[in-house]
């Protein structure tokens, strides 16, 4: 099969020839030893621990040789930035286009992570305060080059936007602040209300203007959502489908109009959203996070198959960092027998961590290529 008919036979439910690696993510680090253990040359330009890893890669033209090198069959597509000139610090730290300041900590020796040091949005409790504030919109982007990037990438899978695109509650928790954005959802304030509709209405625009200038050459738009703790829900689904669902609706409607389909990122225990994501339109959810209760692959197999498609499930907490190649392997086949007729995309549970041996990684990219 070639990509773009193995990639249809996964999502239709037709029975593929076999599955597909998931799109990638990693701390810096782990792409330094990736591309070391590939023997790509590479370059750094800074500290290593201090590039943001939204930068993922460090060296683009490396990134690329090391994707084609693993079989990568899913390439990403973003318009450029042209907005406000974000300033840097000496510091290390950056500003992003909601006003938050961002910065890396180091966590010992599990990595560094980026960390937001400046909440623009934390003491405000008006929305008349909110009203005199700047907010990004889709014109601080260019997409004359959509159509071209995604010509560059015939023949992959073409992925738009990403896990910070919507992203409500983590993302207005960046300039707001984590608690106050659960205490926001639950009293249902005003100034939460208000920030979800701007950043509602800026994915949307740019959403909409990536599909035009893409001339139906997008195969999936990608959003993100953390709807889970290890646990549980992080908020009542009710409260979801009040506050959140509506735009959501909207969104994955705006993208199948343009032919695409719509993947979800979302850590944690989030079964009981399923049933909600699946009635919104949601084609695809990642990251599966196997080790968060109730979300067992089996247990979504025997629920959720031929309702929505899974991506994901091979655990960055467990399998990836204490696993064996052989206990990736027989992994691996659990998931090509349970899903033998389509529905996953087989990847990482989230950001690949520096604590994973490479071999590890090299085992389940072998076993996801191997047929049958």
Not at 11 to 28: C, G, I, V, Y
Not at 182 to 207: G, H, M, N, Q, S
Not at 335 to 360: A, C, S, W, Y
Request: aromatic residues 12%; negative net charge; contains cysteine.
């Amino acid at each position: 099969m070639t990509t773009k008919q193995r990639f249809n036979a996964i999502t239709n439910f037709s029975s593929p020839d076999r599955p597909m690696l998931s799109p990638l993510e990693a701390q810096n680090r782990v792409w330094a030893k990736l591309y070391e253990r590939f023997q790509i040359p590479y370059q750094v330009n800074g500290d290593i621990d201090t590039i943001p890893t939204q930068y993922s890669g460090l060296d683009w033209h490396a990134h690329q040789v090391f994707m084609s090198k693993i079989g990568m069959e899913f390439r990403g597509v973003y318009p450029k930035y042209i907005g406000p000139k974000l300033k840097t610090y000496d510091d290390g730290s950056w500003d992003g286009i909601w006003g938050e300041r961002w910065k890396q900590s180091r966590y010992s020796s599990s990595g560094t992570y980026e960390e937001t040091i400046f909440l623009p949005f934390a003491e405000i409790d008006s929305v008349t305060d909110l009203k005199a504030m700047q907010f990004p919109c889709a014109d601080w982007f260019d997409y004359n080059e959509i159509e071209t990037l995604c010509d560059m990438n015939d023949g992959h899978i073409i992925i738009a936007e990403g896990p910070g695109s919507a992203d409500f509650i983590n993302g207005i928790a960046f300039g707001r602040g984590v608690e106050q954005v659960l205490i926001d959802i639950a009293t249902e304030d005003p100034v939460y209300l208000y920030l979800v509709e701007k950043r509602f209405e800026y994915t949307y625009e740019r959403v909409k203007r990536t599909l035009e200038a893409a001339k139906r050459k997008i195969d999936i738009v990608r959003f993100g959502e953390d709807l889970g703790t290890q646990l549980a829900p992080i908020i009542n689904p009710e409260s979801f489908k009040k506050i959140h669902a509506p735009k959501y609706r909207m969104l994955f409607e705006l993208v199948h109009l343009y032919g695409a389909k719509t993947m979800l990122h979302s850590c944690g225990s989030v079964r009981s959203f399923i049933p909600i994501l699946i009635d919104l339109g949601l084609d695809i959810l990642e990251v599966v996070q196997v080790d968060a209760k109730d979300m067992d692959i089996k247990g979504l197999h025997k629920d959720f198959h031929k309702k929505i498609i899974f991506s994901g499930s091979m655990s960055v907490q467990s399998l990836l960092v204490r696993g064996s190649p052989e206990e990736i392997k027989t992994e691996i086949n659990l998931r090509k027998e349970l899903f033998h007729d389509g529905g996953l995309i087989i990847g990482p549970t989230n950001i690949m961590q520096v604590d994973m041996p490479i071999e590890n990684f090299i085992a389940m990219c072998d076993s996801i290529k191997e047929s049958g």
